[in-house]
């Protein structure tokens, strides 16, 4: 199979030989040291066969007086595609970029992503990288990983696993950081647990101190909760303090106001629409319009991307940006208060639910009106939250809400 590959791109020629001295011809062949392949006697004076390009330019002087005759049936080979397109000038060109254009995509990086840790900057990462040579358009034979691994967990320790990943002429660029610390607490400092909200308390675990409240209780913001200061728990025994841990739940209320206007603008978009080009190649961008790019009058601006593949792995080194601008005039429009209560309960229930931090909505209550051309909504929520927060303070006996 690659034997007859390499002399497909070689060139070879399929010929006829005619004659009533076949046999005198294949002695000639012989002792001239043409090599006939796939040779197919058709009739007793004719016979087709094959032979490489080098054999049939020897052709012509191994066959003497044979007395036979030789018709070219097929040609074939890279010489022969040559031969037929160096006069078009344009498809030889077309042909040398591209085989350029085939070397740089399967040879450099086009391509890079990532996988970085919040607790890394990324643009600090990507910097560093490009300071060691690791770049959009970096032969892939230069990147050397090891080196690189090694070079940037020394520059950043906070770095514990560092990795570049190839497929294809894509590059995919992991950094994690370690875990921080966790915070140790100074068991030598008292601290309380006090209430951030008030309400009526329905369970408390302490875990580490002295409870001050029980179920049933009401409490309001900042009365303790849970003491650090515990009495003692046997005869003779003497009173301490701890850090103390533990949770209470209590039902709570709570209440929010949202107000919007009731008078808005909307967006009336008429036929006009302006689309401007753009396109990158490798690290160079070129615009493919006049001027600034940058609209006149009230539009929506959309920019789209498109980048050419071959595979998910295998980019091209070739994205074009569209950008879009859509026109449109603002006519005031007016909505009534009871089309915006949907959505002003949504934002306002929002807003308290991530207030409870993790909190359990019991029921709600609404009221909405209509106040100076806008639509007031006062939320009442009825919830299940924890309300103990850990704080210091001076810790004295008999300290209660």
Not at 107 to 121: A, G
Not at 214 to 224: I, K, L, N, P, Q
Request: hydrophobic residues 40%.
């Amino acid at each position: 199979m690659i034997e007859r590959l390499l002399r497909r791109t070689a060139g070879e020629v399929r010929v006829r030989v005619t004659g009533a001295s076949l046999p005198r011809f294949l002695n000639a062949c012989t002792q001239g040291g043409v090599r006939l392949r796939r040779m197919e006697r058709v009739s007793w004076d004719r016979m087709d066969a094959t032979l490489s390009l080098g054999d049939f330019r020897k052709l012509r002087s191994c066959m003497g007086r044979t007395g036979c005759r030789v018709h070219i049936l097929e040609r074939r080979g890279v010489p022969f595609v040559l031969a037929h397109l160096l006069p078009r000038t344009a498809l030889l060109a077309g042909l040398a970029a591209f085989c350029v254009m085939a070397y740089l995509v399967g040879t450099r990086v086009w391509e890079i992503r990532t996988d970085i840790s919040p607790s890394l900057s990324e643009s600090a990462v990507m910097g560093r990288l490009a300071e060691l040579g690791v770049d959009i358009g970096t032969p892939l034979r230069s990147i050397d990983t090891p080196s690189i691994r090694r070079q940037m967990m020394v520059w950043d320790p906070d770095i514990t696993f560092f990795a570049l990943n190839l497929r294809g002429n894509s590059l995919t660029v992991t950094a994690h950081a370690g875990a921080a610390a966790p915070e140790v607490a100074d068991e030598a400092r008292p601290m309380r647990i006090v209430a951030s909200h008030g309400g009526v308390v329905r369970q408390v675990r302490a875990l580490r101190g002295e409870a001050l409240v029980r179920a049933g209780d009401a409490v309001e913001t900042g009365d303790v909760l849970i003491d650090s200061l515990v009495p003692p728990t046997r005869e003779n025994g003497l009173p301490h303090t701890v850090r103390a841990e533990g949770t209470v739940e209590a039902y709570t209320v709570r209440r929010a106001r949202s107000v919007r206007p009731l008078r808005k603008a909307k967006k009336s978009y008429y036929r006009k629409t302006c689309r401007l080009m753009s396109i990158s190649i490798g690290k160079m961008t070129k615009k493919l319009y006049f001027g600034t790019g940058i609209a006149g009058g009230t539009c929506d601006k959309m920019i789209e991307a498109k980048t050419w593949r071959l595979s998910e792995s295998v980019r091209l080194p070739v994205t074009v940006f569209v950008q879009t601008y859509r026109y449109y005039d603002a006519e005031p429009e007016t909505v009534t208060a009871a089309q915006e209560r949907t959505e002003m309960v949504r934002r306002a229930l929002g807003a308290v639910i991530r207030e409870t931090d993790g909190g359990r909505v019991l029921s709600l209550r609404s009221a909405l009106e209509e106040k100076d051309g806008a639509a007031v909504l006062d939320l009442t929520v009825h919830a299940v939250e924890q309300i103990g927060s850990p704080a210091e303070g001076d810790v004295s006996e008999g300290s209660g809400p």
